[in-house]
């Protein structure tokens, strides 16, 4: 156990619906980091927040929007889904703040099928 | 802004030689560059990092990189590979969002091999 949590582990749906993909960083953990992974663009960098801020923008397309609580946990919302929406979603969070010099520790991801 | 590239798909090694995987990357100014491990149907796992200070970096499992200044390469190497090494290898580099806070960038990953 890495120590950050990703709900659910699977997730199937149909196209044009809406999900939400959740993850809890571990604990101390300010920063919380959205990854996509698929098999043909590799692992792409969607968003970030920082204790409850937004900080940076990846790749994330406009059907697709993210939050973080006072609690630290974070949601990733898919909406208007896509057969080419399906991938590993992983959350990750960052060792020492944001800094970039610690490491991310990610969470076991949450495969989306869009069918 | 910063990239690595990993050049091989895949990589096969015979159980008990010397493995290593390559990354090579392009940076202005230091660059902080990281390897990260995935298992099937896992989520990435960090293996080592490069900050600055010695050139071959230790990590975990018996992993260590080396980082060359010249050949801008942080290739990741192991004396003997065992079978469980068998996964999915990314490089990382750190990069600064527009924000001026800091993400990685990572590789297309490697697929290694070690075959019994």
């Known amino acids: ?115 | 802004a910063q990239s690595v590239a990993q050049p091989e798909d895949q990589v096969n090694v015979a159980e008990g030689n010397p493995l290593t995987v390559k990354c090579t990357y392009s940076v202005s100014g230091n660059p902080y560059l990281f390897w990260y491990v995935q298992y099937p149907n896992r989520g990435l796992q960090f293996l080592l990092k490069y900050i600055t200070g010695d050139n071959l970096v230790k990590g975990s499992y018996g992993f260590e990189a080396e980082f060359n200044k010249s050949q801008t390469s942080f290739h990741l190497k192991k004396p003997s590979a065992l079978v469980s090494d068998s996964a999915l290898y990314f490089c990382a580099v750190r990069d600064t969002t527009t924000s001026g806070t800091y993400k990685y960038i990572f590789g297309t990953g490697t697929r290694l091999k070690v075959l019994a």
Not at chain 1, 12 to 37: K, N
Not at chain 1, 92 to 99: F, L, Q
């Open chain 1, 1 to 115: 156990d890495s120590g950050v949590t990703q709900t659910p582990k699977h997730l199937i749906t149909a196209t044009g619906q809406r999900v939400t993909l959740r993850c809890s960083p571990r604990s101390g953990d300010l920063s919380v980091y959205w990854y996509q992974q698929s098999l043909d663009q590799g692992l792409q960098f969607l968003i970030q927040y920082y204790n409850g801020e937004e900080r940076a923008k990846g790749n994330i397309l406009e059907r697709f929007s993210a939050q973080q609580f006072p609690d630290l946990h974070s949601e990733l919302n898919l909406s208007s889904l896509e057969l080419g929406d399906s991938a590993l979603y992983f959350c990750a969070s960052s060792v020492e703040g944001d800094r970039g010099r610690g490491g991310y520790t990610f969470g076991s991801g949450t495969r989306l099928t869009v069918v």
